[in-house]
């Protein structure tokens, strides 16, 4: 992911208002929806929005006058920030250099910056006048004098950044610049991939500096943007027709099978979307899922089974090495087992069983949090870590989360495994089992009551607390897969906020971080969020999901990868891909799923047609190919259930369509003509939380700073609240064992910040740590920052069990963790993450995960995830060693440098 510009905290805020004109007819009616003062219309053959308009002119045909008013004046005040191998490392976040840029002949060269040390910002003249925005296109010559850190490292070893990281000397080759000018930004991560932002040295003066282009306008995003008209030209007549008596609707369904075709790679596998050549994990399943296995099994086939290796399924290259951090691969089985549902092939059924049932025998011990039944691991599709989570947790930290919608994907998961087992006459007890302790999870640890939906995650560190957020995707998997049953469902999609131009993946956003996961509208979770919402019939919110993506789609002239929440715009985001399959697939989806209401069961298709109002009148889909048959079906009317179902005339009791058919077929479906009246939606406005806090402990006292928009304060002690106050310090009372506090601000809607980074409160120490090489021959000294004598080389050719024996003085519940570092690769991609089973006393107590931590950055130590263990006073024994299960995604490098064990009381009188 590349990091695109934007001047954060000066994008434009809407207001909205919301008008559903729903009126009785053969085709689609208008249906506004506002943006602010500039409303958006959908009619059955136009979207209006403002000046810009686009119609279809036939179902071959769109025409769209779209354009993008995304276009920032750049400041000639910015802000710049160095980092050592790809993270924010000079000082904490929110600390930032300074420049007020003076071109002379379109150059600037910077004063020189001390690393690690910082003025007071600068401020141009006059916030509006053109005086404080550059009126030309500026070469700017950024330096930075590293002599500080050089001596530093010449007499001690290495340099201590500000954060606490420690800098070594052949680190200084991976210095590199970010900041809020384009083509700065702020994206850490991706630096080592953007040689144009690298520091250099080339005179050995050890002033170091690069020079970049800034330009005097903005436009991040992408050149490919919509052109004035899409004209079908490709041949899409093998697949199932589709007319409605809405040129709009049948236009944007052809343009949707065309993209669709297009993305079908040479080798009969889709791609993710234009800019995306290769196929993802989770982008086919999500896509297969919501329409590309009824229309497409084949090649969802080919494409799963691309993402298969040594029978196991791939978790795409992802935050601190991929799994176990990401762990949503699992998703995979989802689209398997509809790919099954639709065609009835049992050889495919019996693959895809032996493929997700191994993946299941790592995840199954890698993953659980046996305290809360839930599954750990990085949100599921929502992958760039500081897009959703605090900047405070690492790759480790992210591992421990436990995720809404990837928990909604492990439950339906399990029960999947548990349907196939039956379906082959094997046991399915265990996944039974397994999915019903993590819906019961769900239900007790991410519910949240007051506000009528989930939480987005449980996090921390020892103790873990619920961020209340919304997670879009996670609520709509809740509703669809049953895990929010009885009235939960109904209360999911009406009580879950909702913005102008749809549901944002998170919400509220988080602030200081550019759009792509934040600040977004994705459509395929637009489409999924309209598929739950028939689910439950609510008509407003199917409504307005639809017209979110017909808006999108119709204006943009492509399915696009996703849009700027508080403008709807496709400019603007980090990235944004055109003909994005999982959007294409949404696209169809809402013919698919919604208006035709297809759910493929083993033996049978099953109708539930939801048909809003405005899209009522008569639609057909012809020769949809159902197995052996190929049926033409017909959905007449609106409302949200059938009044009558007819297949070649006759009546048939319910709304199934035998998967015994052959031959072809006539299906009418008659809808019941009705809507509830009590459906409703949480409109919202597009809001941000005010900024985390960064506490200290001095003595008795946690201390922060002033928090911008703050009106309160939140205190938690071990993942609980135990004060509110307005002020910025908080008085720790006595405290007898281990506790961890944080701090939450809250602005005066009640928008809460993500709590902060823990602070220790340990009175009385009671840590053990031991060394690692203590019981090993293998010791080694070769990279510096360890501990003790030196490390132990932990390989995945060395299975032997390491053992170390620690004398327990008060019994209790124990955190054991380990020191580590792995620089086999970058913090936020790869796939070597290094995976080691744990055994206390000889059986077996959990995994432990040990993220990379920065390419050939092995000098970077930190710990690993953490098992909790009771142990009782007196010696036990705690061994690490490679398991078969252990196996990462790389399938050869599973590398890490242990130097100690740490074993800390968290919970135990003393």
Not at 338 to 352: F, I, M, N, P
Not at 715 to 740: D, R
Not at 901 to 910: A, D, E, M, N, P
Request: hydrophobic share 35%; proline share 4%.
């Amino acid at each position: 992911m590349k990091g695109f510009p934007v001047r954060y905290g000066r994008s434009i805020r809407l207001s909205f208002l919301i008008s559903l004109v729903l009126g009785v007819s053969s085709g689609l009616t208008a249906q506004e929806v506002s943006r602010g003062s500039v409303p958006y219309r959908i009619g059955s053959s136009t979207v209006v929005e403002g000046r810009y308009s686009a119609r279809a002119v036939s179902p071959t045909e769109i025409v769209s006058g779209y354009q993008s008013d995304y276009k920032i004046r750049t400041p000639r005040e910015i802000q710049i920030k160095f980092g050592f191998n790809g993270m924010d490392n000079e000082a904490p976040a929110g600390q930032n250099h300074y420049v007020l840029l003076s071109p002379v002949d379109g150059k600037f060269t910077t004063p020189v910056f001390s690393f690690g040390k910082f003025a007071p910002q600068i401020s141009s003249s006059g916030s509006n006048s053109d005086s404080t925005y550059l009126s030309q296109d500026v070469r700017v010559t950024i330096r930075v004098d590293m002599r500080g850190v050089i001596g530093e490292i010449a007499k001690r070893g290495y340099y201590q950044t500000l954060t606490g990281q420690k800098i070594f000397r052949k680190n200084l080759s991976g210095l590199s610049v970010a900041g809020d000018a384009f083509p700065l930004s702020w994206n850490f991560g991706d630096l080592p991939n953007e040689p144009q932002f690298a520091m250099s040295d080339p005179d050995s003066d050890g002033i170091y500096e690069v020079t970049i282009l800034i330009k005097k306008d903005q436009y991040p995003g992408r050149s490919d943007g919509p052109t004035a008209t899409w004209h079908l030209s490709k041949d899409i007549s093998a697949y199932s027709q589709y007319t409605s008596g809405s040129l709009l609707s049948e236009a944007l369904y052809n343009m949707s099978l065309e993209e669709m075709v297009e993305d079908i790679r040479p080798d009969g596998a889709f791609m993710a979307g234009k800019m995306w050549p290769g196929v993802w994990t989770r982008d086919i399943s999500y896509s297969s899922l919501l329409s590309l296995a009824i229309i497409n099994p084949d090649a969802v086939k080919a494409s799963l089974l691309a993402k298969v290796k040594n029978d196991r399924i791939i978790q795409d290259t992802g935050t601190g090495g991929s799994w176990p951090v990401s762990s949503d691969r699992m998703v995979w089985t989802l689209a398997a087992w509809e790919v099954y549902k639709v065609t009835g092939d049992r050889e495919w059924l019996s693959t895809a069983y032996r493929i997700a049932a191994n993946s299941a025998q790592a995840d199954v011990r890698a993953l659980p949090d046996r305290t809360t039944g839930l599954f750990r691991g990085e949100s599921s599709f929502l992958d760039w870590r500081e897009q959703t989570y605090p900047r405070w947790m690492d790759p480790k930290d992210i591992f421990q989360s436990e995720n809404l919608g990837t928990n909604a994907v492990h439950y339906e998961t399990y029960r999947i495994l548990g349907a196939m087992a039956n379906a082959l006459d094997k046991s399915s007890a265990d996944y039974e089992k397994i999915a019903g302790e993590i819906k019961t999870g769900i239900n007790e640890h991410l519910w949240m009551n007051d506000k009528g939906y989930y939480g987005q995650y449980l996090y921390g560190r020892n103790f873990k607390a619920l961020s209340p957020r919304s997670e879009s995707l996670g609520e709509a998997l809740c509703v669809l897969f049953g895990i929010a049953d009885g009235s939960r469902g109904q209360r999911v999609i009406a009580n879950a906020p909702e913005t102008e131009f749809g549901m944002t993946c998170i919400y509220p956003e988080i602030p200081n971080i550019p759009p792509y996961h934040n600040d977004a509208v994705w459509p395929f979770v637009e489409s999924y969020w309209a598929w739950a919402s028939a689910r439950v019939h609510n008509g407003a919110a199917v409504s307005r999901a639809i017209a979110s993506v017909y808006r999108a789609a119709a204006l943009f002239l492509t399915n696009k990868e996703n849009m700027v929440a508080s403008t709807g715009d496709f400019m603007g985001t980090q990235i944004n891909s055109s003909r994005q399959l999982w959007s294409v697939a949404g696209d169809l989806a809402i013919v698919y799923r919604v208006l035709f209401g297809m759910n493929f069961q083993p033996d049978s298709l099953i109708l539930t047609p939801f048909v809003p109002k405005e899209y009522g009148g008569v639609k057909k889909l012809s020769n949809f190919k159902y197995r052996n048959a190929s049926l033409d079906m017909y959905v007449d009317g609106f409302g949200d259930g059938i009044s009558n179902m007819t297949i070649d005339g006759r009546q048939v009791a319910g709304s199934a369509v035998p998967a015994s058919l052959s031959g072809h077929h006539t299906v009418r479906v008659i809808m019941n003509g009705r809507i509830s009246s009590d459906s409703r939606i949480n409109m919202a406005r597009d809001v941000f939380a005010p900024e985390t806090p960064e506490v200290v402990l001095d003595g008795r006292e946690l201390k922060w700073k002033d928090i911008d928009g703050a009106a309160a304060y939140r205190v938690f002690k071990n993942g609980k609240q135990v004060a509110e106050l307005t002020g910025e310090k908080h008085e720790i009372p006595e405290v007898v064992g281990y506790s961890e506090y944080q701090v939450a601000a809250v602005d005066k809607a009640g928008s809460e910040s993500f709590l902060s980074e823990p602070v220790v409160v340990d009175p009385a120490r009671a840590t053990i740590d031991v060394q690692a090489e203590m019981n090993s021959g293998t010791t080694e000294n070769k990279f510096a920052g360890y501990t003790g004598k030196g490390y132990v080389v932990l390989e995945k050719a060395d299975t032997s069990r390491l053992v170390y024996s620690v004398d327990i003085c008060v019994s209790g519940t124990y955190s054991i963790d380990f020191r580590y570092a792995n620089g086999s690769g970058p913090i936020n991609t790869d796939n070597k993450c290094a995976v080691r089973s744990v055994m206390i006393d000889g059986s077996t107590a959990g995994v432990v995960v040990m993220p990379q931590r920065g390419e050939e950055n092995w000098q970077d130590w930190g710990y690993s995830s953490a098992i909790h263990a009771t142990l009782s006073k007196g010696r036990h024994d705690i061994s690490i060693r490679f398991d078969k299960y252990d196996d990462n995604m790389n399938g050869s490098i599973n590398k890490a440098l242990l130097d100690a064990v740490r074993v800390t009381l968290i919970s135990g009188s003393k």
